[in-house]
């Protein structure tokens, strides 16, 4: 097993020497073997998004380094990184081009990170390729190919996004909170679209939840965060054998407070 | 007032040479301004550049044509300024084409040796377009719009094209893709001035004659040719329209604008209103969308049903 993500030192402060100031990442330290599937806890403000968006590079980081696959990646911006990460948001208008075709949209996340020339954007040998990918979501996409994604629905539009963040094979997947904005039925079929697009393509997946029991129950390593540090990392069988009352215990053990998320408490 | 159908109908022809021409600018205004998101101010000053240079070139016995080339380069070079000032300096990109539009009047005045206007003997050179024969301008201006839809409808289609689309629809998911955003914009901004100073080029070639202001107001002309295409485009083709028509549609908005302008001129009404009546359309049009979301919900409709529902539970 080789280590896909390797986070050292981290550290990244927000509005420094304002009174605004917030220390989002503290010195944080993470490793992630090949094939892991970490799921990402913790109170609003915990550091959880902060984390998934100094692996993307969308800022430089104060401090530390970050390594994908045995390469530094902190002396990059985000799209010279993005060739080895894929990268599904919270709002689901986020991942995809509006005014864009769905193949269209495809076509450009099979080229993410790579030369993009003055051929056709969908290479007709392509199209068959993406209408079977389309297929597999079981949305009835791959007979729409040629609609604007705009037309879509959230759920449909990050369905559509998970397609484009795994068609290109990446080093790593990342996952923002990809279901919070869809109501409850549709969070469920774009997390199951989830494990089996993981599962299918073997990718070393970071996913960010308020869905304590998702937490549990999907990936094979937890992470729980707290004041832009990793509070607790359980792995294999001790994982599978969480409950949400002890996720709270340990939350509480670690930190000293109370666990006082009111939205991870509701949705457990 | 006399009123002869005469003239006007004899004023068509070149009042359409004329349309083509701004029709042309008008496919470079959409590349920033739908394609890309921006309002570039820098075409006001690139048209006129383009025509300065077309007309120097042109007295220094350089061919018609190629002038027109060279137009299109310092076209391209005044959109990379805007686009550099907009993505390494992060000035916002309206005010960066101000900058670039505002230092282009001192250029194109030194470009012009110091003078405000320059006139073009049309009759010892072979022009690309000329006033004095205005069927052949026509014929030229269309193959020359033709050609640049076709070469805008294969690069917009491509790869690269498309990534410059999705720069425009939706900078995040592009930087997520790879595509560096900045280059894309510089890209964007020069390929599009240089197309504005192409045509300020061929203005300059059929009026004979090049002039510090011809570019004023060039955008608010793009912008209007723009829009009453789009506007026209979807009344006559709806959604069956795609992007080759779209701009064949604009170009075809610049035709109708500047026909619109030889009417209103032919009613002998002041000339100096034309640019007060122009802002008006185009601020009319920009606002007939935003108009009609605002007819689905606003806080005065929400509050009237608001009062009405109170009533009928107090009766």
């Known amino acids: 097993m080789s280590t896909m993500l390797k986070l050292s030192g981290v550290s990244k402060t927000f509005n420094a020497g304002t009174i605004n100031e917030k220390v989002a990442l503290n010195h944080v330290n993470l490793e992630l073997e090949e094939n892991d599937f970490v799921t990402v806890i913790g109170g609003n403000g915990a550091g959880k998004s902060t984390m998934l968006n100094a692996v993307a590079g969308v800022w430089p980081v104060d401090e530390g380094s970050i390594f994908i696959d045995g390469t530094d990646v902190t002396g990059l911006p985000d799209f010279k990184r993005a060739y080895l990460i894929g990268r599904v948001f919270q709002d689901p208008m986020t991942g995809t081009a509006a005014d864009m075709q769905i193949e269209e949209n495809l076509a450009l996340a099979y080229k993410r990170g790579k030369k993009r020339g003055l051929s056709w954007n969908v290479h007709p040998e392509d199209r068959e390729m993406f209408r079977e990918r389309l297929a597999t979501l079981g949305l009835g996409l791959e007979d729409r190919m040629k609609t604007k994604v705009g037309l879509l629905s959230g759920g449909q539009r990050q369905a559509v996004t998970l397609l484009m963040a795994s068609l290109q094979q990446p080093k790593i997947l990342l996952l923002d909170e990809h279901t919070a904005a869809l109501d409850p039925k549709t969070a469920k079929l774009v997390l199951n679209l989830t494990k089996e697009i993981v599962e299918s393509n073997h990718l070393t997946t970071m996913m960010v939840t308020h869905n304590m029991k998702d937490a549990i129950s999907i990936g094979n390593r937890l992470i729980m965060m707290d004041e832009g540090k990793i509070l607790l990392d359980v792995k294999g069988e001790e994982k599978a054998n969480l409950t949400v009352e002890d996720l709270m215990k340990k939350f509480e053990a670690a930190s000293g407070e109370e666990f006082s998320n009111d939205q991870a408490l509701l949705s457990k | ?315």
């Open chain 2, 1 to 315: 007032m006399n009123l002869n159908f005469g003239n006007l109908f004899g004023a068509f022809p070149g009042g359409i040479a004329q349309g083509l021409i701004w029709g042309f600018m008008a496919l470079g205004v959409y590349i920033t301004f739908r394609l890309l998101d921006i309002a570039d101010l820098t075409v006001d000053g690139s048209f006129t550049t383009g025509g300065a240079v077309t007309v120097m070139l042109i007295l220094a016995g350089v061919n018609p044509w190629v002038a027109l080339l060279c137009a299109l380069g310092a076209g391209i070079l005044a959109g990379t300024v805007t686009g550099l000032l907009h993505t390494v300096f992060d000035i916002p990109a309206i005010l960066s084409g101000i900058l670039t539009q505002f230092a282009l009047y001192s250029i194109n005045l030194a470009i012009m040796g110091m003078t405000a206007n320059k006139g073009l003997p049309v009759d010892k050179y072979k022009l690309a377009v000329t006033s004095r024969n205005i069927n052949s301008s026509i014929l030229t201006a269309l193959l020359l719009t033709a050609l640049v839809i076709a070469v805008l409808y294969w690069y917009f289609g491509t790869e690269h094209g498309s990534a410059m689309r999705a720069t425009g629809s939706n900078p995040e998911m592009s930087k997520a893709q790879g595509i560096n955003i900045n280059t894309m914009k510089v890209i964007g901004l020069a390929m599009s001035n240089g197309f504005v100073a192409m045509s300020g080029g061929l203005l300059s070639q059929y009026q004979g004659f090049a002039d510090i202001n011809m570019g004023r107001g060039a955008i608010v002309i793009g912008l209007a040719a723009v829009i009453i295409g789009e506007v026209l485009g979807n009344a006559l083709l709806g959604k069956r329209m795609n992007f080759a028509g779209r701009l064949a549609f604009i170009s075809l908005g610049g035709v109708i604008y500047y026909l619109v302008i030889v009417i209103v001129l032919w009613l002998k009404l002041d000339s100096n209103y034309l640019k007060l009546l122009t802002a008006v359309v185009v601020a009319i049009f920009l606002s007939v969308p935003n108009i009609q979301a605002k007819m689905k919900t606003s806080f005065s409709r929400a509050g009237k049903r608001s009062v009405k529902s109170s009533r009928e539970v107090s009766e």
